[in-house]
């Protein structure tokens, strides 16, 4: 199985696990704690793998096992720097905050009303209804969906970005970057979502008579997740792209 993949099914199965173990120990305090860290889990996991694909794992004396878990840690950050997180943000802030320029702009075309007469004269005040993602369009049991429609296609678009300008890491890239996404889309109308998403799961959970208090946790590991999953397929299409194109550069070198 594809190692992207295999490795995000790990963390999915460990998050099932942690969620069992809290229901069963009734430890639902330290899982709100824990389960932020599943992502992390999920870029680390996806590192062994590739390096036990490509042959580069050795074996390690007992000896040496600490000094070498804090050599693998720092080898594991050393191409993510904050310059780099803070501008993958700033991308994914541009895209959502385009997408939603452009459903303002249909917005107002379809009800053929102008700019000031929604949002008033423009100013320090309408450039923070932006930022909140405070609109009039987002309304009613459509605004679920168009949310839905922005936060998956900013997801997408920023794991694009990552994945075809990273070095290497996109999916640790990918989730940190995530969680940094997230945490700022807390502070506007994905709000709305994410509370959204977390009722549903409350019910679906209800309907099998279990009560989880987790559930906006949940809901934000998984869009982190998703952050570094998109950014690792990403990465993948470059890297078989560079290699169809290397194959037929050598098939032309062998042919003259």
Excluded: C
Aim: cysteine-free.
């Amino acid at each position: 199985m594809n190692t992207l993949f295999l490795s995000f099914f790990i963390a999915i199965g460990s998050a099932f696990g942690l969620v069992t173990l809290s229901r069963t120990f009734d430890l639902e305090t330290y899982t709100t704690r824990v389960f932020p860290l599943i992502p992390i889990l999920y870029a680390i996991v996806y590192e062994a793998l590739e390096k036990r694909k490509h042959g580069k794992v050795k074996s390690i004396p007992p000896s040496q096992a600490k000094e070498e878990m804090k050599a693998g840690a720092a080898a594991l950050f050393q191409n993510i720097s904050a310059e780099r997180i803070i501008i993958i943000v700033g991308v994914s802030l541009l895209i959502k905050t385009g997408l939603e320029i452009i459903s303002t702009a249909v917005y107002l075309s379809a009800g053929r009303m102008s700019f000031e007469e929604v949002y008033g004269q423009f100013g320090i005040e309408t450039i923070g209804r932006f930022l909140r993602g405070d609109h009039p369009w987002l309304v009613g049991n459509e605004s679920v969906l168009l949310l839905s429609l922005i936060a998956l296609v900013t997801g997408l678009g920023t794991g694009l970005w990552i994945g075809t300008t990273t070095k290497a890491q996109p999916v640790l890239e990918g989730v940190i970057a995530g969680a940094a996404v997230t945490v700022l889309s807390t502070m506007t109308n994905m709000l709305v979502l994410y509370r959204t998403i977390e009722n549903l799961a409350k019910q679906s959970a209800e309907s099998f008579g279990y009560v989880f208090h987790a559930g906006f946790a949940v809901v934000i590991t998984l869009q982190v997740l998703l952050y570094g999953l998109w950014s690792g397929m990403a990465f993948r299409a470059k890297n078989e792209r560079e290699t169809r194109r290397e194959a037929k550069k050598s098939a032309k070198k062998t042919r003259k």
